[in-house]
């Protein structure tokens, strides 16, 4: 028996008791702090409403364990603001943990974790030696030897200890548990399933993810210093699948891919569908850059849109989550629609992708990708969250028991400038956003959208009530003022921004989402001096027609704002 299987561990620093029994876990949980009114109201919770809450006994901040964690959090957000005191996401209650889905589909796995005597808040060990993460295509002999040996040995818990929490199918079950409706809010938002992507709990919980994960992978090959390698897919020279993860005999390998995915083939992180090499590789820097610098305004933007008790699932993600992250997961899952992989097994659905080595890996990189955002992407955006709400949400796992000359081709990839103004009256087939709206994306769609001054304003498009079927992969993408039909390249200076969603699980399969795609820098590259309108020109890339848009407007770049 593992020794640290009946040690569950609380992220927390939560002073509450620790030591209640695994029947009632959470047991201690304050259900005071809400407040008759929010009661009444309590499945439309906005994170960011003013709070009137109890003195909440027992909660405290946890970032100065998230300082310790990465230093993702810098000095000047440990003001806290009272006020704006709430409820964060609680961590769930593994005894009610229940059926997960696809669809409607009852799936035929069990993903709820195995129960513990006791949940410890976790303390962060002391610093003992730097992990330093790979490239997976330029990882060493010795480092690929150390990763496929210490999977092996995960994998082998599988049999040797089904219920070892520390086990390969254990840890891939986390993420259906959190994705796919096993896990529900607790206390008073049962009702609600616990959803940890499409918002911004997608950095820190996957960050939390992989950090115990590969503390499990350093522990069953006793090395302290073992590191996972990140998919390098922001730089041409990382665009395939990693090589390591192709071979059958390994235990890196997966059969549940898509055959045509390996080898030189290039990632489409944009469902382009383009089968050009370079353009592919065009259309990948295009849209990192779209996401990580030109189409982002705003915080929430980039990281997720708030998330709180009481808030309906998948608020909306950010740029990267929607974008790249989504991509990677689409292109290496199997592109079935029926038989045994017809839930896009193992990438392209959140309960089973966790069962491909290859999503730590790709989640290495959107980690980094978060990292690159916060300190090495230069804006006026602020980087982090300050509110509670963020800082304090919970997550149950078990435990274990930087070359900084970094090559980012992405980062200056702004499309060259249109060399001739379009004339927006000679674009076809374009309908004021008015008379359309709310509109299907069963085609492309061109719509005039009146600007919210005349000129090169300081604006940001902001398309909202997008409401799609959940249990699909969808993608489109965005262009602003766009004469041509080239619509397989993205390295355009037309380009704006994109949205994607990986299939999942939600209540009534209907998702709703907003996202704001900024367009100051666009207005540079594509003249729009004289103008008061634009066309937006919106292309489905992947099930257009189980997308509608009910709004699109342009407004003014909030000032460093946290929300939009
Ligand atoms: Cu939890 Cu890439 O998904």
């Known amino acids: 028996m593992a020794s640290l299987q009946a040690s569950c561990t609380v992220l927390s620093t939560n002073p509450r008791s620790h030591s209640s029994s695994s029947t009632q876990p959470l047991s201690a949980k304050p259900s ?27 909660k405290i901040d946890r970032r100065n364990m998230l300082l310790g964690l990465g230093g993702m959090y810098s000095a000047a957000n440990l003001v806290s603001n009272p006020s704006a005191y709430a409820d964060p996401v609680q961590a769930p209650d593994f005894t009610k943990c229940g059926d997960a889905y696809v669809k409607d589909v009852l799936l035929d796995v069990k993903c709820c974790p195995p129960l513990a005597d006791k949940i410890i808040d976790y303390e962060l ?16 002999k010795e480092q690929v030897a150390k990763y496929e040996k210490a999977i092996q040995a995960m994998r082998d818990l599988d049999t040797s200890d089904p219920q070892d929490p520390r086990g390969f199918t254990q840890q891939a079950n986390i993420h259906c548990a959190y994705c796919n409706g096993a896990h529900d809010q607790v206390g008073d938002f049962s009702n ?34 073992f590191a996972l390698p990140f998919w390098n897919w922001d730089n041409p020279k990382g665009m395939t699948l990693p090589p390591i993860f192709d071979k059958p005999s390994s235990p890196l390998y997966d059969a549940k891919r898509d055959p045509k995915n390996n080898g030189s ?72 629609t029926s038989g045994p992989n017809k839930f896009n097994e193992d990438m392209g659905n959140f309960y089973s992708a966790g069962r491909d080595p290859v999503f730590y890996c790709h989640h290495s990189n959107v980690d980094r990708m978060w990292h690159l955002w916060r300190d090495v992407v230069k804006n006026d955006i602020p980087k982090d969250i300050t509110s509670p709400d963020y800082l304090n949400a919970e997550f149950l796992f078990y435990d274990e028991h930087k070359r900084l000359r970094i090559d ?27 008379s359309v709206l709310p509109v299907n994306l069963k085609k492309t769609v061109r719509l005039i959208v009146p600007k919210s001054a005349k000129g090169k304003a300081d ?3 902001v398309l909202e009530d997008i409401q799609t079927d959940t249990t699909k992969f969808i993608k489109f993408d965005v262009f602003i003022n766009d004469e041509d039909d080239k619509i397989e390249e993205l390295d355009r200076a037309e380009y704006a921004g994109s949205f994607a969603q990986v299939p999942h699980k939600s209540k009534n399969k209907k998702g709703k989402a907003t ?50």
């Open 32 to 58: 005071h702090l809400f407040t008759n009114q929010r009661r009444s109201h309590r499945f439309q919770v906005s994170c960011d409403a003013k709070k009137n809450v109890e003195t909440s006994q027992g």
């Open 125 to 140: 060990p002391k610093f003992e030696v730097l992990r330093k993460r790979p490239a997976a295509h330029r990882a060493t």
């Open 192 to 225: 609600l399933d616990l959803q940890v992507h499409n918002s911004w709990l997608f950095f820190p919980f996957h960050r939390w993810y992989l950090y115990f994960y590969e503390r499990i992978l350093g522990k069953l090959i006793n090395d302290p210093t």
């Open 265 to 336: 083939a290039i990632v489409d992180l944009t469902f382009s569908g383009s089968t050009d090499p370079l353009q592919l590789v065009a259309n990948n820097l295009s849209s990192i850059y779209s996401e990580m610098v030109r189409s982002v305004s705003t915080t929430t933007a980039f990281v997720g849109k708030p998330y709180c008790a009481g808030s309906k699932p998948s608020p909306g993600g950010g740029s990267s989550e929607n974008g790249s992250h989504t991509g990677v997961h689409w292109w290496v899952g199997t592109k079935d």
């Open 408 to 434: 980012l081709p992405w980062l200056n990839y702004r499309p060259p400038s249109k060399a001739v103004k379009a004339k927006v009256e000679n674009i076809s087939d374009t309908k004021t956003a008015a």
């Open 459 to 461: 604006e940001q498009l």
């Open 515 to 564: 996202i704001s795609l900024k367009l100051t820098d666009m207005y540079d590259d594509i003249d729009v001096s004289e103008d008061d309108t634009i066309v937006v020109t919106i292309v489905p890339r992947s099930n257009g027609q189980d997308v509608t848009i009910g709004g699109i407007k342009v407004i003014p770049v909030p000032k460093q704002a946290q929300s939009g």
